[in-house]
């Protein structure tokens, strides 16, 4: 009788061993699933493009600015009267990967506004007194976003027209990096940006340079290259 109580009892803890054994497996089942699902997803992110991880783990709304260079932020700003200036301004600012500007006047030029060879004509009278100082329309939204600034003007009487005058006065220059261009029917550079210079004296001004109307990309680019701009 003993002993068949025994073997009762051995047999009972043998089948209550099983049914523990077998109750683990369906437990740990879903947490293997789980694990599984969150794989694909996760590969997904990581294989799909190297790149792609790095925007993810910046704060949202900055993704754009973490992909530029850390070297300088560059504007061309350009004023133009009969587009020869902004064909140049816009293959700088294409060379150098720039944001474009362009000067507006408030009151634009007519042709008879830019008739040189009449003294009275609204050019002339505005070339004729360096205090002028013709109105713009618009700004540069966030000047301080940037740390190189290219100026672009046509020549008029070897000189750099009032309106960059308006233009050099209405921001803080300061700590910038500033380089004149101009195009003109034949004169030189000279020293058409001196009164821009005076007026930006705390910024930082680079060997301007004088382009012909039709001037070419790699003309362009040979001379912003050549200015070594971090
Ligand atoms: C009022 C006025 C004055 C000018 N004075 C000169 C000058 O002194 N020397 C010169 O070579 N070209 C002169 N030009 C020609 C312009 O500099 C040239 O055509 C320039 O490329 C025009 O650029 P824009 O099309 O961007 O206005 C003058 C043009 C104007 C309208």
Redesign the pocket.
Known sequence: MKKSVTILLAVLMVLSFAACASGNEPAGTPSETETESLQPSETMNGAADSTSAEPNQEPAGSPKESQEPTGSKILVA??????????VAQKLADGLGADLYEITPEQP?TDAD???GNSG?R??VE?DDPSARPAISGSVENMAQYDVVFI????????A?RIMSTFIESYDFSGKTLAAF??????GFGNSDSALRSAASGAVWLTGHRF??GANSDEVMEWANGLEIS
């Open positions: 350009y004023f133009s009267a009969t587009n020869n200036t902004e064909g030029y830019l008739d040189y004509s050019s002339s070339m672009g003007y046509p020549i008029w009487w070897g000189e027209p101009c195009t003109s029917a034949s004169s012909s109307a």
